[in-house]
C-alpha cells in the first residue's frame, strides 16, 4: 500500500451494482472515493464524490481524472466496472453492435488507463483494477461481443501488468461468474433480429438472466477489488466464486466436446 493512510479512488461505472458496491465498500474503508456514471446525480453514497464520465469519450475521461489530481492532489488507484450487456446471434449484430460493446467493456477500460498511467508512473505508484468476467474464458452463446469484450480485457491487463510493474503500478482483473446485479434489466438487443434464431436466442437469454439472477451479491466482488488495491503485491487475476474458479478447470478436463454439450444443454439449445 502507498505511505499514505488512505488511497484516492476513482471508480468508473458506480451508479449500480458492482462499481457501487466498491465505491461504498472503499469509502467505508477510509479511502477517498471519486464515483463516475454518464449522470453524476445518480450516486448518491456517503462520502463518495460523484462525477459525470462518459466511457465512449476520452475528453470526459481525461476531465474526471484531472478533476481528481486537482481536487485530491494524486491519484492512487483506478476501478473500471462500467459496461452494459449486447445480447443476439452474431448474425444478427450489426458492426456498431460490435463496436459499441467494446467501447463499453474494453476500450474504454483502456482510455481509462491511459489516462491515469503518466500521473502514477509520475508518483511511483499505482493500482489499476479491471472487472472482467469468466465468459472471457468460457464464451457464452448468443453473448458473442460479451465474450471477446471480457476476453480482450483480461489479455489485455495481463500484458499491461508486465509493461507498468517497474514503475511500483499493479495491475489487476477480477475473473467471476454470475454476480446478481441489475444488469439482465440493462440488455440491450442486436440491432438486426432474425426469426431463424428466436427461440434459441429467447433460450439463452433466459438462462443467462436465470444465472445472474442466482449469483454472487455484488459486495462480494467489491470486497475482492478492495484487496486487489490495498494489497501491496495484488495478483493479476482474482478469480472469484465458485463458478469463476471452476469453469476453466471443468472446461480442461472435460474436453471440448463434453464441455460445449454442457454449455448446450445449460443454455437449452
Known amino acids: 500500500m502507498s505511505d499514505q493512510k488512505s488511497l484516492v479512488v476513482l471508480v468508473i461505472g458506480a451508479s449500480t451494482g458492482i462499481g457501487r458496491a466498491t465505491a461504498s465498500l472503499l469509502a467505508q474503508k477510509g479511502h477517498r472515493v471519486f464515483a463516475t456514471s454518464r449522470d453524476a446525480s445518480r450516486i448518491d453514497l456517503h462520502g463518495v464524490e460523484a462525477l459525470s464520465l ?46 459499441d460493446q467494446m467501447h463499453a467493456y474494453f476500450f474504454g477500460a483502456v482510455r481509462a488507463a491511459r489516462s491515469v498511467l503518466p500521473h502514477m508512473r509520475a508518483n511511483s505508484f499505482g493500482r489499476l483494477t ?14 458473442a461481443a460479451y465474450s471477446a469484450s471480457k476476453g480482450a480485457l483480461g489479455r489485455w491487463a495481463e500484458a499491461l ?6 514503475f511500483n503500478i499493479r495491475a489487476s482483473y477480477i475473473e467471476a ?27 439463452a437469454v433466459s438462462g443467462f438472466k436465470t ?24 495478483r493479476v487475476r482474482y478469480r472469484v466464486g465458485a463458478a469463476g474458479r471452476i469453469f476453466p478447470w471443468v472446461q480442461a478436463l472435460l474436453g471440448e466436446r463434453l464441455f460445449r454439450a454442457v454449455i448446450r444443454k445449460s443454455f437449452q439449445l
Open 161 to 166: 501488468a508486465y509493461e507498468v510493474e517497474p
Open 211 to 234: 444465472s445472474i439472477n442466482g449469483g454472487l451479491p455484488a459486495e462480494r466482488i467489491a470486497t475482492a477489488i478492495a484487496h486487489a488495491i490495498e494489497s501491496p503485491r495484488p
Open 130 to 143: 479491471f472487472m472482467s468476467s469468466t465468459a472471457g474464458t468460457v464464451a457464452i452463446p448468443f453473448h
Open 54 to 99: 462518459d466511457v465512449f469519450d476520452e475528453a470526459s475521461i481525461d476531465r474526471s481524472v484531472a478533476h481528481v489530481i486537482d481536487r485530491a492532489g494524486r491519484l492512487d488507484a483506478l476501478v473500471y466496472s462500467a459496461g452494459f450487456y449486447v445480447t443476439g446471434a452474431v448474425e444478427e449484430s450489426s458492426l456498431d453492435d460490435v463496436l
Open 177 to 203: 461468474g454470475p454476480i446478481k446485479t441489475n444488469a439482465p434489466n440493462a440488455m440491450r438487443a442486436t440491432s438486426q433480429p432474425l426469426d431463424d434464431y428466436e427461440s434459441r436466442r429467447a433460450n
